[in-house]
């Protein structure tokens, strides 16, 4: 069983827009901060946004920020990443990752690409 599955990843030309999804399964989903990561080739991970377990608080990468929006939707123990105004630089794999405070649990899902390019 694997405990995060992104999905939503594909080719979109710059200005373009895709919706990003995480399934978890096999834990506790309320209980968790969830976070969107990307690694861009030859560059280092970087963390792209956080929502909290409730999803009433939310935090973004500057570099995102007025153009990504992250949500969660706990009945269905899914995240969710909307990228809008897509940009050649944000071209990465991107990451969904779930980490359980009170005792420094961590998942991380396989990744899913996304290449902006006309």
């Known amino acids: 069983q694997v405990p995060l599955v992104e999905s939503g990843g594909g080719l979109v030309q710059p200005g373009g827009s895709l919706r990003l999804s995480c399934a978890a399964s096999?834990?506790?989903?309320?209980?968790?901060?969830m976070r969107w990561y990307r690694q861009a080739p030859g560059k280092e991970r970087e963390l792209v946004a956080t929502?909290?377990?409730?999803?009433?608080?939310?935090n973004y990468a500057d570099s995102v920020k007025d153009r990504f929006t992250i949500s969660r939707d706990n009945g269905k123990n899914t995240v969710y990443l909307q990228m809008n105004s897509l940009k050649p630089e944000d071209t990465a794999v991107y990451y969904c990752?779930?980490?359980?405070?009170?005792?420094?649990?961590?998942?991380w899902g396989q990744g899913t690409p996304v290449t902006v390019s006309s």
């Open positions: 990752n779930a980490e359980r405070g009170t005792t420094g649990t961590h998942y």
């Open positions: 096999g834990f506790t989903f309320i209980y968790y901060v």
């Open positions: 929502i909290s377990s409730t999803g009433r608080s939310t």
